[in-house]
């Protein structure tokens, strides 16, 4: 059976760094990409950052020159590294996997930005 597993959270000051990562125990064939998602409180869940097997990567605009995706692909752990973070990336994050079959997910990290 496939697991995601988060970590890296928790309660960080604005300006301040985190790194999350995400390993997998089990086997996902054909992995086309992945990614990780955020849910604020009251929010949908919107994307953070994409990067693909072919390395093509998407980043939300809110992120863009703040965050950095990068992953492993021989151990299939992917990271965000989260720099200058602001209170409202305050969320629950979701790591990714996504194969042409079906979308693996973690069951999310908390990361709250508060002074």
């Known amino acids: 059976q496939v697991q995601l597993a988060e970590s890296g959270g928790g309660l960080v000051q604005p300006g301040r760094s985190l790194r999350l990562s995400c390993a997998t125990s089990?086997?996902?064939?054909?992995?086309?990409?992945m990614g990780w998602y955020r849910q604020a409180p009251g929010k949908e869940r919107e994307l953070v950052a994409t990067?693909?097997?072919?390395?093509?990567?998407n980043y939300a605009d809110s992120v863009k020159e703040r965050f950095t995706i990068s992953r492993d692909i021989a151990t299939k752990t992917v990271y965000l590294q989260m720099n200058s973070l602001k209170p409202e990336d305050t969320a629950v994050y979701y790591c990714?996997?996504?194969?042409?079959?079906?979308?693996?997910w973690g069951q999310g990290i908390q990361v709250t930005v508060s002074s």
């Open positions: 089990g086997i996902i064939f054909s992995i086309n990409a």
């Open positions: 990714n996997f996504r194969n042409s079959v079906r979308d693996y």
């Open positions: 990067i693909t097997t072919g390395r093509r990567i």
